[in-house]
């Protein structure tokens, strides 16, 4: 079989799969609403840090005017119920710079906060954003596994179908070990990196979104500044991208053989022992097993490079950003504070 040819029955296959699982289109708009609301209240929960400790922990505030946390939150729902009653609704903001007044009222009612009853609220806040993001979170992994699910018993039972409907001469030419391989194997990996890390990766790109965003809208700079290193990870974790996943192409042939040699012969095994041929048996599953294990310690060690790479590059962005970062905090002539700063550290690092 050529390369198009293959391509196009890769190509073919996938369709159908995601022929499949679009029939059970429900769960998937039920976990992409999850996913936005896991990425929003992720996004939420980093924002809340700007007042901890730009207010909170702030020695030089002016006399005090909301002296008790009932006051305090009072002050922020008539300045929160004030914005929307001149802005509108909730749906009709569109970035981050129309919230920008609601902001500058809020800073003045924290101000003029007694600190230790602002540091209840902010607290209660935060526990409950995360609650909501951890719930949202369940939920998209809930729908997302019903997906799955669904969609691998569906592809187990056509799969199942087609070789109950092939030909004699089909089972002559190929291996029955590698139908079992490609059922109960290769299905399982297929939905992995179709379905499973499709709709992963676009909740972490949803949520990456939605941190760079604020990244940008507190300091666009530093965050300049912060992904000087991206081009250069990007190239290695690719490279070893590649790597991985030829060997685990590998690797599934070495099992599609060993399934194979194990059962023939354990199904002839009245003739293996009747013209006594353990030990040559023996041999050619030995050799079988010991190239999986070789592909599979390579796959492995490539596999492990990947944590100490990241590692690595977030040292050398965090230096990066503390340096510069750290220096716009001790501008006197700077707006660079140090609540900004840090929500802008867990955006950049999260």
Same mark, same amino acid.
């Given at each position: 079989?050529?390369?198009?040819?293959?391509?196009?029955?890769?190509s073919?296959?996938?369709?159908?799969?995601?022929?499949?699982?679009?029939?059970?289109?429900?769960?998937?708009? *039920?976990?992409l609403?999850?996913?936005?609301l896991?990425?929003?209240?992720?996004?939420v929960?980093?924002?809340?840090?700007?007042p #901890?400790?730009?207010?909170? /922990?702030?020695p030089?505030?002016?006399?005090?005017?909301?002296?008790n *946390?009932?006051?305090?939150?009072?002050?922020? !729902?008539?300045?929160?119920? =004030?914005?929307f009653?001149?802005?509108?609704?909730?749906?009709?903001?569109?970035?981050?710079?129309?919230? *920008?007044?609601?902001?500058e009222?809020?800073?003045?009612?924290?101000m003029?906060?007694?600190? #230790?009853s602002?540091?209840?609220l902010?607290c209660?806040?935060?526990?409950?954003v995360?609650? #909501? !993001?951890?719930?949202?979170?369940?939920?998209?992994?809930?729908?997302?596994v019903?997906?799955?699910?669904?969609?691998?018993?569906?592809?187990?039972?056509?799969? /199942?179908?087609?070789?109950?409907? $092939?030909?004699?001469?089909f089972?002559?030419?190929?291996?029955?070990?590698?139908?079992?391989?490609r059922?109960?194997?290769?299905?399982?990996?297929?939905?992995?990196?179709?379905?499973?890390a499709?709709?992963?990766?676009?909740?972490? #790109?949803s949520? +990456?979104i939605?941190y760079?965003?604020? *990244?940008?809208?507190?300091?666009?700079?530093?965050?300049?500044?912060? %992904?000087?290193?991206?081009?250069l990870l990007?190239?290695t974790?690719? /490279?070893?991208?590649?790597?991985?996943?030829?060997?685990?192409?590998?690797? $599934?042939?070495?099992?599609?053989?060993?399934?194979?040699? +194990? =059962? =023939?012969?354990?199904?002839?095994?009245? %003739?293996?022992?009747?013209?006594r041929?353990?030990?040559?048996?023996? !041999?050619?599953?030995? !050799?079988i097993n010991n190239?999986? $294990?070789?592909?599979?310690?390579?796959? $492995?060690?490539?596999?492990?490079?990947? +944590?100490?790479?990241?590692?690595?590059?977030?040292?050398?962005t965090?230096?990066?950003? +503390?340096?510069?970062? &750290? &220096?716009?905090?001790?501008?006197?002539?700077?707006?660079?504070s140090?609540?900004?700063?840090t929500?802008?550290?867990?955006?950049?690092?999260?």
């Amino acid at each position: 079989m050529d390369k198009k040819e293959h391509s196009g029955k890769r190509s073919g296959n996938l369709i159908l799969l995601y022929r499949m699982m679009f029939r059970y289109w429900p769960y998937i708009l *039920a976990g992409l609403v999850s996913m936005a609301l896991y990425a929003l209240f992720s996004g939420v929960s980093i924002t809340a840090l700007i007042p #901890l400790f730009d207010f909170v /922990f702030n020695p030089n505030k002016p006399e005090l005017i909301y002296h008790n *946390a009932p006051q305090v939150f009072s002050a922020i !729902k008539a300045a929160v119920a =004030e914005f929307f009653a001149t802005e509108g609704s909730v749906w009709q903001i569109s970035s981050l710079k129309e919230l *920008a007044p609601l902001w500058e009222d809020l800073k003045e009612v924290m101000m003029y906060s007694d600190s #230790l009853s602002l540091l209840y609220l902010l607290c209660l806040f935060i526990v409950i954003v995360i609650v #909501l !993001k951890n719930l949202a979170y369940f939920a998209n992994r809930s729908f997302f596994v019903l997906l799955r699910g669904r969609t691998i018993r569906d592809m187990r039972g056509h799969m /199942f179908h087609r070789y109950l409907n $092939q030909s004699l001469e089909f089972y002559g030419k190929n291996q029955v070990g590698d139908a079992i391989v490609r059922m109960v194997n290769d299905v399982e990996i297929v939905s992995n990196q179709f379905i499973f890390a499709t709709f992963n990766s676009i909740r972490d #790109l949803s949520t +990456v979104i939605v941190y760079m965003y604020i *990244a940008i809208y507190l300091n666009p700079k530093l965050f300049a500044y912060s %992904i000087l290193v991206v081009p250069l990870l990007t190239f290695t974790i690719g /490279f070893l991208g590649k790597k991985i996943k030829k060997y685990s192409r590998r690797i $599934q042939n070495q099992i599609s053989a060993m399934f194979s040699a +194990v =059962e =023939e012969v354990l199904n002839s095994i009245k %003739i293996v022992k009747a013209f006594r041929r353990e030990d040559e048996e023996y !041999k050619a599953f030995r !050799k079988i097993n010991n190239r999986h $294990q070789k592909l599979w310690q390579k796959a $492995q060690i490539y596999s492990a490079m990947n +944590v100490p790479l990241s590692e690595l590059n977030s040292a050398i962005t965090g230096v990066v950003v +503390v340096i510069i970062g &750290g &220096g716009m905090i001790l501008d006197p002539g700077g707006n660079f504070s140090l609540g900004v700063f840090t929500a802008f550290l867990f955006a950049v690092f999260s």
